[in-house]
Nanobody, 124 residues
């Protein structure tokens, strides 16, 4: 099983980034998927979850209206488009496969698979 995030980098406040998470080794289309992040010096924060297709999505209040999660099951890939980025969005971003469809957990034990993360830095 592999989950490989990419697309992070340095962006100015107000800018846009799109993260990708390419997966392999499990039935991606049959699994809910989540995005979490870990700001420097802080704990994990759950930020988004998507159902089996693009019709069911959930977001944390901190990113609602600015971030959009989508998936392409044909490519086994999860995306996170981040608009109007703020300094407080600076974090390592992880994709993960939750073991519960309703999970907003920040415990690694509540996820079957994790990526290694991609760094997003929002700074002028």
């Amino acid at each position: 099983v592999q989950l490989v995030e990419s697309g992070g980098g340095l962006v100015q406040p107000g800018g846009t980034l799109t993260l990708s998470c390419v997966t392999s080794g499990f039935d991606f289309g049959d699994r809910y998927m989540s995005w979490l992040r870990q700001p420097p010096g802080k704990g994990l924060e759950w930020i988004s979850r998507i159902g089996y297709d693009n019709s069911v999505t959930h977001y944390a209040d901190s990113v609602k209206g600015r971030f959009t999660v989508t998936r392409d099951n044909a490519k086994n890939t999860l995306y996170l488009k981040m608009n109007n980025l703020r300094a407080e969005d600076t974090a390592i971003y992880y994709c993960a496969q939750p073991n519960s469809r309703s999970s907003t957990s920040t415990s690694r034990n509540d996820y079957d698979y994790w990526g290694h993360g991609t760094q997003v830095t929002v700074s002028s």
